[in-house]
């Protein structure tokens, strides 16, 4: 087995047995294969192994490599900070966006989405911990932001994503992750059913799914350091 085959089936080892110790049901947790300044060969050799979602945070760097495999169906998501003056190629180019944190945002994504298209599916951003570096949106204005953007036609709003600064403890970890699944419960309270927590990293992705994560976003443990 080559690097990349054994990294990827510890990857659904680990998910699967995260699945059976947190009473999650089987194939519930949805992996992304986070790419981003890996080459399109290793894209490639991943997609080979069955693996269809991948995620990427530079839109130059992407379009570049979605050339580059034009002739494989993946599927791709752009978890990346997203700059107003991009979002055009952003709808373009992408299947979901995990970043939306602000209406102005999600209201060019739908704008500019072309009818040829499904609509395309995002997530808001949520900043848990209030650190003011840190894009999302914080957690008192989400159900707002929620409603808002849900009554826009060219995008589907399917849930909730967050990126909790590094933190060794699981239990820490955990907390966050369920500040954010409850969250999501509150919105669906108020009347939306979004159903998807976008939650869980290399280092947390246990404490994700934990949790109720139903994407996580893998990079280093799939393709090595950065
Ligand atoms: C880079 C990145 C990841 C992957 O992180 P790893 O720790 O390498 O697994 C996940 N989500 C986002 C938003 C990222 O930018």
């Known amino acids: 087995m080559t690097d990349i085959s054994q990294r990827y089936q510890t990857i659904l080892d680990k998910i699967k047995q995260a699945e059976i110790q947190y009473q999650r049901e089987p194939n519930s947790v949805k992996l992304i ?8 060969k290793m894209i490639r050799e991943m997609a080979s192994l069955g693996q269809q979602a991948f995620g990427e945070n530079y839109l130059q760097e992407a379009i570049g490599k979605q050339d580059e495999l034009s002739d494989l169906d993946l599927q791709w998501h752009f978890i990346g900070h997203i700059q107003s003056n991009k979002t ?7 299947d979901w966006v995990h970043g939306v944190d602000r209406f102005k945002i999600a209201k060019r994504l739908s704008d500019q989405r072309s009818d040829q298209k499904s609509p395309i599916d995002i997530c808001l951003q949520v900043n848990l911990e209030a650190e003011l570096t840190k894009s999302g949106i914080s957690p008192e204005h989400a159900v707002d932001l929620a409603q808002q953007v849900s009554t826009l036609p060219n995008i589907r709003l399917r849930g909730l994503m967050a990126i909790p600064s590094p933190n060794n403890s699981f239990s820490v970890q955990r907390r966050l992750f369920m500040q954010l699944r409850k969250l ?7 009347g939306l059913k979004l159903d998807t927590l976008s939650m869980g990293m290399t280092d947390d992705m246990e404490a994700a799914i934990a949790e109720g994560a139903t994407h996580i976003r893998i990079g280093t443990a799939l ?3 950065r």
């Open 33 to 40: 294969a986070v790419s981003k300044t890996k080459p399109a």
């Open 88 to 94: 055009k190629d952003i709808t373009q180019h992408f």
């Open 184 to 190: 999501l419960e509150q919105i669906n309270q108020s």
């Open 223 to 225: 393709f090595g350091a």
